[in-house]
T-cell receptor, first 115, second 112 residues
Framework: GAGVSQSPSNKVTEKGKDVELRCDPISGHTALYWYRQSLGQGLEFLIYFQGNSAPDKSGLPSDRFSAERTGGSVSTLTIQRTQQEDSAVYLC?????????????FGSGTQLSVL | GQNIDQPTEMTATEGAIVQINCTYQTSGFNGLFWYQQHAGEAPTFLSYNVLDGLEEKGRFSSFLSRSKGYSYLLLKELQMKDSASYLCAVRAHQTGANNLFFGTGTRLTVIP
């Protein structure tokens, strides 16, 4: 597709289970970001991949969170032993450099609900 | 680290002008963005400033003062569809890469 694709769009899980969230960036975009947004809140940075460089993981809230990006394209965000406070919308974005600056294009997000 | 502040909520009247302020403190500043986010939807790009001054794009304008760590988004001729959250985001060059950090957003309600 032409945009950033995320799956699933909704995920309901039980506390303690592991979940995987997937992001398919726009073809050719070298940078990929994961953000988390709780209800009525701003975007909380999680992790940032740029090309072949080591990812910036400084925003991951705990060691239960991890992400990888295979082949410089698709990314998976994994949350182990989910907790209720993990409930949020997880947004993925990829970016391109046009007009001299880098603009982010967001996916529609995955709404995660931990019961 | 980054510290980005913007008002939580604002209300304005259809047809009026509204200014949404954003102040920031960051190291390695490398540009400021404004994004619009309608309820339940993904954020979409509105504007970008890296040099001081005003950037105008139709009904929307964005201003930046790097020395003051200050930006504003100006919306003219407000329409009901402008009701949304407006997110200020700062790009900072850290650890060899450019990262983008968002404020908590300003929820704008446009009333008739």
């Amino acid at each position: 597709g032409a945009g950033v694709s995320q799956s699933p769009s909704n995920k309901v899980t039980e506390k303690g289970k592991d979940v995987e969230l997937r992001c398919d960036p726009i073809s050719g975009h070298t940078a990929l970001y994961w953000y988390r947004q709780s209800l009525g809140q701003g975007l909380e940075f999680l992790i940032y991949f740029q090309g072949n460089s080591a990812p910036d993981k400084s925003g991951l809230p705990s060691d239960r969170f991890s992400a990888e990006r295979t082949g410089g394209s698709v990314s998976t965000l994994t949350i182990q032993r989910t907790q209720q406070e993990d409930s949020a919308v997880y947004l993925c974005a990829s970016s391109s450099r046009g007009q001299g600056y880098e603009k982010l294009f967001f996916g529609s997000g995955t709404q995660l609900s931990v019961l | 680290g980054q510290n980005i502040d913007q008002p939580t909520e604002m209300t304005a009247t259809e047809g009026a002008i509204v200014q949404i302020n954003c102040t920031y403190q960051t190291s390695g500043f490398n540009g400021l963005f404004w994004y619009q986010q309608h309820a339940g939807e993904a954020p979409t790009f509105l504007s970008y400033n890296v040099l001081d001054g005003l950037e105008e794009k139709g009904r929307f304008s964005s201003f930046l003062s790097r020395s003051k760590g200050y930006s504003y988004l100006l919306l003219k001729e407000l329409q009901m569809k402008d009701s949304a959250s407006y997110l200020c985001a700062v790009r900072a060059h850290q650890t060899g890469a450019n990262n983008l950090f968002f404020g908590t957003g300003t929820r704008l309600t446009v009333i008739p």
